[in-house]
């Protein structure tokens, strides 16, 4: 699985990881800031939750176009960094108004757009060498879960680094105080949840007694907590900088735009590869283009993971977990579970009796290790909002190789589906995940309801529901995003490969946008499982679009 892969991947997805760990830190508790900071409603927050997301994820179109054209890639990925490292300094300052946390955000949706894509096609042209030509989509999927290690330890970092300035202001996190604190300030709060407020107010200690000076408090503090979770992806950055800069010379090779390969070919007397005719080029970028308008809907759905789906864990799951589903909520654990997972995959693709045994041994330990940590469990275990964001990325390191065994064997027995008939599979895989949340929510109060009494759902669902709509969006997201991508860099023109990557990201940036039409609906009087109805039917359509154009996707695209 790690094998016959150019050194310069690992070296790339390390460095990714390391900014992705800091960008999923900030997101894992961005829109439960905006809530606790400004009291904005879930309207407003969906609003800019989707524009920051549509830009991180538009922005690459622009840093596509200066890649191609003036910088080269490994420049403009440079560049990225710093930007966003300025980005995320303003957002680490407790007490920022709405006007220093807008151009912060817009900052670091510049800096993504630099970093994002180029460092994607630089991963691309490593694949270019017609020794590696065969490894590109299992390379990428490597670099796909690369990517989510870093995904997967960020929201507990995030929760450590607010439980930690919480508990130094004598408070803890309770998900009901944030909005009833604002309503009681704002005067607008019932007499239900003023006695509820009252009744947390006594709980966080005897030192509070007056319920505007504990709402000030309590809000003030939370939201500088908040301000210091964000302060992490600064230290990632650093590092992501250092990896990225150290190893240089393990993809050096790979930094060139079409304008520098060919003049480089040129001056060593090289022909250059033969150029794509008007026609040829057309169909690609049609056939691209017809992908890019599907994805938008998987994007716009998938994303409710840090919008609705936040809110869904906050106001409707329960908190306390009890059994075997405690085992993930140490992220600990859910790190052991993958290197068991890989060690024993290891086991069957070591060609060496050492080999073999050591992986064995790995393995041992790992289930000796988990089988102690659940055995000194608690019986029961609190978790918060932000902890639901760390399966989705383990779910993608963990499936990962089963994902690459699979899709290996079917193309040894030349059955392997093609890159766009896997993300349609993607999109019907998407709509079943969502139906899990919807036959869930048959029995809740829809969000406004549960508005007008403040605080959380009287019913609270098993945390199992969520956590199976993210195991399910996973299977989706390892079908259609690295797959994509791969796709991507393998079909893109070679002039445009810049600015075709940047336009995968600007499909995502629509996705991400409309993810505030989720958000917008939320707090409308539609039953909550016709929330998640309304996924279901985007992906739905979606797929079906897809496989209505397969054919002419497949031949633009036969020859890549």
């Known amino acids: 699985m790690f094998k016959n892969h150019p050194k310069g991947l690992y070296a790339l997805a390390l460095a990714n990881t390391g900014e992705r760990f800091g960008y999923y830190t900030m997101l894992a508790i961005f829109v439960l800031f905006l809530q606790a900071k400004f009291g904005l409603s879930a309207t407003v927050t969906g609003q800019l939750f989707g524009g920051f997301l549509a830009a991180v994820y538009f922005l690459p179109v622009l840093g596509g176009i200066i890649a191609d054209k003036v910088w080269g890639y490994g420049k403009t990925v440079t560049v990225g960094i710093i930007v966003m490292f300025i980005g995320y300094v303003l957002m680490a300052v407790p007490g920022m108004g709405m006007p220093v946390l807008i151009a912060a955000l817009f900052i670091i949706a510049l800096g993504t757009g630099l970093f994002k894509g180029n ?97 000030n408090q309590y809000i003030d503090n939370l939201s500088a907590s908040y301000n210091y979770g964000f302060g992490v992806a600064c230290i990632s950055l650093i590092v992501s900088m250092a990896i990225y800069l150290s190893t240089r010379k393990l993809y050096k090779h790979a930094d060139n735009n079409a304008k520098q390969l060919a003049a480089k070919n040129a001056s060593a007397g090289v022909s250059n590869e033969p150029e794509l005719t008007a026609r040829q080029t057309k169909e690609r970028v049609v056939a691209l283009g017809l992908v890019f308008a599907v994805v938008i809907f998987f994007w716009m759905s998938f994303h409710q993971n840090g919008l609705t789906m936040t809110y869904f864990a ?61 055995g000194s469990m608690d019986e029961a275990i609190k978790i918060q909002p932000s902890d639901f964001q760390q399966y989705n990325p383990f779910f993608v390191v963990a499936l990962t190789p089963f994902s690459i065994a699979i899709f290996a064997w079917l193309a040894k027995i030349k059955k392997e589906p093609s890159t766009p008939r896997k993300i349609g599979y993607g999109m019907l895989v998407a709509a079943a995940g969502f139906a899990i949340l919807a ?122």
């Open 439 to 560: 036959i869930g929510s048959f029995a809740l109060k829809s969000p406004a309801e549960l508005k007008t009494v403040g605080g959380v759902s009287d019913i609270l669902l098993d945390p199992n529901w969520l956590i199976g709509t993210y195991l399910t969006l996973t299977f989706a997201e390892l079908l259609l995003s690295p797959m994509g991508i791969s796709f991507v860099t393998k079909v893109a023109p070679p002039k445009y490969k810049g600015l075709m990557m940047g336009g995968w990201f600007a499909a995502t940036a629509i996705g991400n946008y409309l993810t505030s039409v989720i958000a917008a609906i939320w707090e409308s009087s539609i039953p909550l499982w016709a929330v998640w109805g309304v996924l279901i039917v985007c992906c739905l359509l979606s797929a079906i679009f897809l496989f209505a154009v397969m054919k002419k996707l497949e031949n633009a695209t036969s020859g890549s």
């Open 119 to 215: 460092l994607q096609v630089l991963v691309g042209n490593l694949y270019d060498d017609p020794k590696y030509k065969e490894r590109r989509d299992p390379g990428f999927s490597l670099f796909y879960m690369a990517i989510n290690v870093g995904a997967m330890f960020a929201p507990r970092a995030a929760k450590e680094v607010v439980n930690y300035f919480m508990a130094k202001a004598g408070l803890h996190y309770v998900a009901d105080i944030p909005a009833l604190a604002h309503q009681h300030l704002k005067g607008s709060i019932t007499s239900e949840g003023s006695a509820k407020l009252t009744q947390l107010m006594s709980e966080q200690g005897a030192q509070f007694t007056d319920l505007t000076a504990f709402s």
């Open 314 to 374: 906050r106001d409707y799951t329960q908190s306390l977990v009890q059994g075997w589903t405690r085992i993930g909520c140490d992220v600990i654990n859910l790190a052991l579970i993958c290197v068991g997972i890989y060690a024993l995959f290891s086991i069957f693709q070591s060609k060496s009796l050492n080999g073999k045994s050591i992986s064995g041994l790995v393995l041992v330990a790992v289930v000796a290790l988990i089988a102690w940590n659940y």
